[in-house]
């Protein structure tokens, strides 16, 4: 839907499925990208046989004269991160390892999510994507566009009533997200206008994991071997009434309620190769590295 040509003042447009009591949003814009003069266009996936309510409005209750006008296209198929609650896992790297993961907006809709604060009235064409600060500090957000003309990011803390990071546009360096809670979900919405500027890009999350570890803690547990293959044992001289073993996306891959002073043998044989973090109840307290020994044939 398109108000781009032949309109006289800043016009929205607003889409509903439903009936006139019972409205349901669907899409919504209010400057269209490349549409003159503020004007709007707003491009979104249809359901056969659906009928659609379409309200032009004005900006700040701006008004006149305006053409609508529709076109169709065969649907895409839909990126499967295209809505908050299905945002895709980044697990977190440690800092110089970025291992990229590719995204793409090229078959994304706007939402009728409201823009995020540093980008308040373009049209937003989004995918979303979560991570878990798990025991790392000074975390980065990396982006890089591709076919993308350029790319905006915002990392907040939930899909339902956001509270914002930080959030930037037209990312062309590292996003520093420095004071991150522990072991806490953030969502990262990465976006542009769609249409031309749509296209692909690479994303990835890096942390300091060396930071995370409350040093004071380290002579009550000894981790061994480490690198370890397929177990390693922790020795604990004090009391803990948990013990978990978290991967760098913040999930727990291993846990324990010792009873006091106790050497524990962890079996690592379903861990992925990667660094892990030792949980002592709420405190991190040491690191292990998973690593897999090539056996020639």
């Known amino acids: ?42 491009t979104f996936q249809t359901v056969p046989g659906t009928e659609y309510l379409v309200l032009v409005h004005g ?33 977190v790297q440690p800092t110089g390892g970025c291992e990229s993961s590719t995204g793409s907006n090229m078959c994304a809709f706007a939402p009728p999510v409201p823009n995020p604060p540093c980008d ?20 980065v ?49 990465v976006w542009n206008g769609g249409g031309a500027e749509a296209g692909t890009f690479n994303i990835c999350v890096e942390a300091n994991m060396n930071l995370g570890v409350a040093e ?5 547990m000894l981790i061994h071997p480490n690198p370890a293959s397929s177990s390693f044992s922790i020795r604990i001289n ?24 106790a050497t524990i043998v962890v079996d690592a044989e379903r861990m992925p190769p990667g660094l892990y973090m030792v949980m002592a109840d709420e405190r991190a307290v040491g690191r292990v590295v998973i690593a897999r020994q090539f056996v020639a044939p």
């Open 1 to 42: 839907m398109s108000t781009c040509s032949g309109s006289g003042y800043d016009t929205k447009i607003s889409v509903f499925s439903g009936s006139c009591s019972a409205l349901v949003c669907v899409a919504g814009n209010d400057d269209g990208p490349n549409c003159p003069a503020n004007t709007s266009s707003s």
């Open 59 to 91: 900006y700040d209750q701006d008004q006149g004269a305006f053409t609508l006008s529709l076109t169709c296209a065969p649907a895409c198929s839909t990126v499967e991160n295209d809505d908050c609650s299905s945002a895709t896992l980044l697990t």
């Open 120 to 139: 308040p009235y373009a049209n937003i064409v989004d995918t979303w994507y979560s991570f878990n600060s798990g025991g790392g500090t000074d975390h």
């Open 141 to 189: 957000l990396i982006l890089e566009a591709g076919s993308a003309q350029l790319i905006n990011a915002a990392v907040y803390t939930a899909c339902a009533n956001p509270v914002y990071v930080t959030c930037v546009t037209e990312v062309a360096d590292e996003v520093q997200l420095p004071g991150l809670a522990p072991n806490t979900d953030y969502l990262v919405r």
């Open 216 to 220: 004071a803690a380290q002579t009550s």
């Open 238 to 261: 004090e009391a803990f009434s948990l013990l978990r073993v978290i991967d760098a996306s913040g999930r727990c891959v291993w846990q324990s309620r010792p009873t006091g002073a």
